[in-house]
Antibody
Framework: EVQLVESGGGLIQPGGSLRLSCAAS????????MSWVRQAPGKGLEWVSV???????YYADSVKGRFTISRDNSKNTLYLQMNNLRAEDTAVYYC?????????????WGQGTLVTVSS | QSVLTQPPSVSGAPGQRVTISCTGS?????????VHWYQQLPGTAPKLLIY???NRPSGVPDRFSGSKSGTSASLAITGLQAEDEADYYC??????????FGTGTKVTVL
Protein backbone atom coordinates (compact mmCIF):
# COMPACT_ATOMS: atom_id res chain seq x y z
CA GLU A 1 0.00 0.00 0.00
CA VAL A 2 1.30 3.42 -0.98
CA GLN A 3 1.65 5.76 1.97
CA LEU A 4 3.08 9.26 2.43
CA VAL A 5 3.61 10.75 5.87
CA GLU A 6 4.71 14.37 6.27
CA SER A 7 6.36 15.82 9.35
CA GLY A 8 8.34 18.85 10.42
CA GLY A 9 5.70 21.54 10.42
CA GLY A 10 5.20 23.98 13.26
CA LEU A 11 5.28 27.60 14.33
CA ILE A 12 8.23 29.60 13.05
CA GLN A 13 9.08 33.28 13.10
CA PRO A 14 9.36 35.30 9.89
CA GLY A 15 12.81 34.92 8.40
CA GLY A 16 13.29 31.52 9.98
CA SER A 17 13.92 28.12 8.44
CA LEU A 18 12.15 24.79 8.58
CA ARG A 19 12.66 21.41 6.92
CA LEU A 20 9.68 19.28 6.03
CA SER A 21 9.96 15.53 5.55
CA CYS A 22 7.77 13.11 3.65
CA ALA A 23 8.40 9.46 4.43
CA ALA A 24 7.18 7.14 1.71
CA SER A 25 6.29 3.47 1.83
CA UNK A 26 4.94 1.04 -0.71
CA UNK A 27 6.97 2.53 -3.57
CA UNK A 28 10.40 4.00 -4.31
CA UNK A 29 10.62 7.79 -4.13
CA UNK A 30 13.60 7.99 -6.47
CA UNK A 31 11.73 6.14 -9.22
CA UNK A 32 8.92 8.68 -9.23
CA UNK A 33 8.49 12.40 -9.62
CA MET A 34 7.41 13.93 -6.34
CA SER A 35 5.90 17.30 -5.54
CA TRP A 36 5.09 19.57 -2.65
CA VAL A 37 1.71 21.29 -2.74
CA ARG A 38 0.49 23.79 -0.18
CA GLN A 39 -2.85 25.18 0.91
CA ALA A 40 -3.11 28.40 2.88
CA PRO A 41 -5.93 28.52 5.44
CA GLY A 42 -9.25 28.75 3.65
CA LYS A 43 -7.56 28.97 0.25
CA GLY A 44 -6.98 26.75 -2.75
CA LEU A 45 -4.19 24.39 -3.69
CA GLU A 46 -0.86 25.83 -4.82
CA TRP A 47 1.87 23.73 -6.39
CA VAL A 48 5.23 24.52 -4.77
CA SER A 49 7.97 22.30 -6.18
CA VAL A 50 8.74 19.08 -8.03
CA UNK A 51 11.72 16.75 -8.19
CA UNK A 52 11.78 14.43 -11.15
CA UNK A 53 13.08 10.88 -11.01
CA UNK A 54 16.15 12.05 -12.88
CA UNK A 55 16.83 14.66 -10.21
CA UNK A 56 15.74 17.85 -11.97
CA UNK A 57 13.92 20.31 -9.75
CA TYR A 58 11.47 23.13 -10.41
CA TYR A 59 9.84 25.71 -8.19
CA ALA A 60 6.91 28.09 -8.17
CA ASP A 61 8.03 31.70 -8.51
CA SER A 62 6.69 32.42 -5.03
CA VAL A 63 9.29 30.16 -3.40
CA LYS A 64 12.16 30.18 -5.90
CA GLY A 65 15.46 30.96 -4.22
CA ARG A 66 14.06 30.27 -0.73
CA PHE A 67 12.87 26.64 -0.86
CA THR A 68 14.84 23.55 -1.86
CA ILE A 69 13.36 20.16 -2.67
CA SER A 70 15.48 17.06 -2.23
CA ARG A 71 15.27 13.36 -1.46
CA ASP A 72 17.22 10.73 0.45
CA ASN A 73 17.06 7.50 -1.48
CA SER A 74 18.39 5.45 1.43
CA LYS A 75 15.54 6.66 3.62
CA ASN A 76 12.95 6.76 0.82
CA THR A 77 12.11 10.25 2.00
CA LEU A 78 11.34 13.55 0.30
CA TYR A 79 12.29 16.88 1.86
CA LEU A 80 11.48 20.55 1.54
CA GLN A 81 13.98 22.96 3.04
CA MET A 82 12.29 26.30 3.59
CA ASN A 83 14.40 29.36 4.31
CA ASN A 84 13.59 33.02 4.84
CA LEU A 85 10.00 32.16 5.63
CA ARG A 86 7.28 34.75 5.24
CA ALA A 87 3.79 35.09 6.68
CA GLU A 88 2.36 34.20 3.27
CA ASP A 89 4.09 30.79 3.46
CA THR A 90 1.65 29.81 6.22
CA ALA A 91 -0.16 26.75 4.91
CA VAL A 92 -0.71 23.04 5.12
CA TYR A 93 2.05 21.41 3.08
CA TYR A 94 1.29 18.16 1.28
CA CYS A 95 3.70 15.86 -0.48
CA UNK A 96 2.28 14.08 -3.50
CA UNK A 97 3.40 11.42 -5.95
CA UNK A 98 3.13 11.96 -9.68
CA UNK A 99 1.05 9.51 -11.61
CA UNK A 100 2.94 8.78 -14.83
CA UNK A 101 1.14 10.17 -17.84
CA UNK A 102 1.41 12.62 -20.72
CA UNK A 103 0.39 15.31 -18.24
CA UNK A 104 1.33 14.32 -14.70
CA UNK A 105 -1.32 14.13 -12.03
CA UNK A 106 -1.01 13.35 -8.33
CA UNK A 107 -2.26 9.90 -7.43
CA UNK A 108 -1.14 9.72 -3.81
CA TRP A 109 -1.08 12.42 -1.14
CA GLY A 110 0.13 12.66 2.40
CA GLN A 111 -2.06 13.93 5.22
CA GLY A 112 -0.28 17.28 5.30
CA THR A 113 1.75 19.20 7.85
CA LEU A 114 0.89 22.71 9.01
CA VAL A 115 3.47 25.48 8.82
CA THR A 116 2.62 28.71 10.61
CA VAL A 117 4.88 31.70 10.07
CA SER A 118 4.19 34.30 12.71
CA SER A 119 5.94 36.40 15.32
CA GLN B 1 0.19 34.76 -15.08
CA SER B 2 -1.06 31.26 -15.77
CA VAL B 3 -4.41 30.42 -14.21
CA LEU B 4 -7.15 27.85 -14.45
CA THR B 5 -10.42 29.51 -13.56
CA GLN B 6 -13.26 27.68 -11.84
CA PRO B 7 -16.55 28.99 -10.46
CA PRO B 8 -16.25 29.56 -6.70
CA SER B 9 -19.33 27.51 -5.97
CA VAL B 10 -22.03 25.32 -7.46
CA SER B 11 -24.97 23.70 -5.77
CA GLY B 12 -27.66 21.17 -6.48
CA ALA B 13 -30.30 19.05 -4.86
CA PRO B 14 -29.71 15.37 -4.20
CA GLY B 15 -30.07 13.39 -7.39
CA GLN B 16 -29.41 16.34 -9.66
CA ARG B 17 -26.55 16.84 -12.10
CA VAL B 18 -24.00 19.58 -11.57
CA THR B 19 -21.06 20.63 -13.69
CA ILE B 20 -17.87 22.47 -12.82
CA SER B 21 -15.96 24.32 -15.50
CA CYS B 22 -12.21 24.84 -15.67
CA THR B 23 -11.16 27.55 -18.10
CA GLY B 24 -7.55 27.85 -19.18
CA SER B 25 -5.64 29.25 -22.10
CA UNK B 26 -3.43 28.41 -25.04
CA UNK B 27 -0.47 27.82 -22.71
CA UNK B 28 -2.12 25.02 -20.76
CA UNK B 29 -5.37 23.25 -21.65
CA UNK B 30 -5.46 24.78 -25.12
CA UNK B 31 -1.94 23.52 -25.77
CA UNK B 32 -3.22 19.97 -25.54
CA UNK B 33 -2.27 19.14 -21.98
CA UNK B 34 -4.56 16.82 -20.07
CA VAL B 35 -6.80 17.96 -17.25
CA HIS B 36 -7.16 16.14 -13.95
CA TRP B 37 -9.67 16.63 -11.16
CA TYR B 38 -9.39 16.27 -7.40
CA GLN B 39 -11.94 16.06 -4.63
CA GLN B 40 -11.09 17.48 -1.22
CA LEU B 41 -13.47 16.59 1.57
CA PRO B 42 -13.45 18.92 4.58
CA GLY B 43 -10.31 18.55 6.67
CA THR B 44 -8.72 15.95 4.43
CA ALA B 45 -6.07 15.76 1.72
CA PRO B 46 -7.10 16.00 -1.93
CA LYS B 47 -7.93 12.79 -3.75
CA LEU B 48 -7.49 12.12 -7.46
CA LEU B 49 -10.95 11.90 -8.98
CA ILE B 50 -10.40 12.07 -12.75
CA TYR B 51 -7.14 11.78 -14.66
CA UNK B 52 -6.35 12.27 -18.31
CA UNK B 53 -9.50 14.33 -18.92
CA UNK B 54 -12.02 11.53 -18.51
CA ASN B 55 -10.54 8.53 -16.71
CA ARG B 56 -11.55 7.40 -13.23
CA PRO B 57 -9.11 5.74 -10.83
CA SER B 58 -10.26 2.49 -9.34
CA GLY B 59 -12.93 3.05 -6.73
CA VAL B 60 -14.27 6.35 -8.06
CA PRO B 61 -17.99 6.06 -8.81
CA ASP B 62 -19.09 6.45 -12.41
CA ARG B 63 -21.28 9.37 -11.28
CA PHE B 64 -18.16 11.44 -11.83
CA SER B 65 -17.10 12.17 -15.39
CA GLY B 66 -14.80 14.61 -17.13
CA SER B 67 -14.50 16.20 -20.51
CA LYS B 68 -12.24 18.64 -22.31
CA SER B 69 -12.68 20.90 -25.30
CA GLY B 70 -10.48 23.67 -26.58
CA THR B 71 -9.17 25.73 -23.68
CA SER B 72 -11.68 24.39 -21.14
CA ALA B 73 -12.60 21.26 -19.26
CA SER B 74 -15.56 20.20 -17.19
CA LEU B 75 -16.35 17.85 -14.34
CA ALA B 76 -19.87 16.48 -14.13
CA ILE B 77 -21.46 14.87 -11.11
CA THR B 78 -24.68 13.03 -11.84
CA GLY B 79 -27.03 11.74 -9.16
CA LEU B 80 -25.60 14.20 -6.64
CA GLN B 81 -25.25 12.77 -3.14
CA ALA B 82 -24.70 14.39 0.25
CA GLU B 83 -21.24 12.82 0.42
CA ASP B 84 -20.23 14.72 -2.71
CA GLU B 85 -20.19 17.98 -0.76
CA ALA B 86 -16.55 19.00 -1.05
CA ASP B 87 -14.08 21.26 -2.82
CA TYR B 88 -13.07 20.28 -6.34
CA TYR B 89 -9.92 21.34 -8.18
CA CYS B 90 -8.81 20.93 -11.76
CA UNK B 91 -5.12 20.59 -12.56
CA UNK B 92 -3.03 20.66 -15.70
CA UNK B 93 0.38 21.60 -17.04
CA UNK B 94 1.39 25.00 -18.30
CA UNK B 95 4.29 25.97 -20.51
CA UNK B 96 5.49 28.28 -17.71
CA UNK B 97 4.58 26.09 -14.74
CA UNK B 98 5.00 22.31 -14.53
CA UNK B 99 1.95 21.86 -12.34
CA UNK B 100 -1.03 24.21 -12.26
CA PHE B 101 -4.16 23.99 -10.14
CA GLY B 102 -7.50 25.58 -10.75
CA THR B 103 -8.96 28.12 -8.37
CA GLY B 104 -11.27 25.55 -6.80
CA THR B 105 -15.04 25.06 -6.58
CA LYS B 106 -17.13 24.34 -3.53
CA VAL B 107 -20.00 21.97 -4.21
CA THR B 108 -22.96 22.29 -1.89
CA VAL B 109 -25.73 19.70 -1.74
CA LEU B 110 -28.96 21.49 -0.94
Amino acid sequence: EVQLVESGGGLIQPGGSLRLSCAASGFTVSSNSMSWVRQAPGKGLEWVSVIYSGGSTYYADSVKGRFTISRDNSKNTLYLQMNNLRAEDTAVYYCARDRVGTTPSFDSWGQGTLVTVSS
Amino acid sequence: QSVLTQPPSVSGAPGQRVTISCTGSSSNIGAGYDVHWYQQLPGTAPKLLIYGNNNRPSGVPDRFSGSKSGTSASLAITGLQAEDEADYYCQSYDTSLPRLFGTGTKVTVL
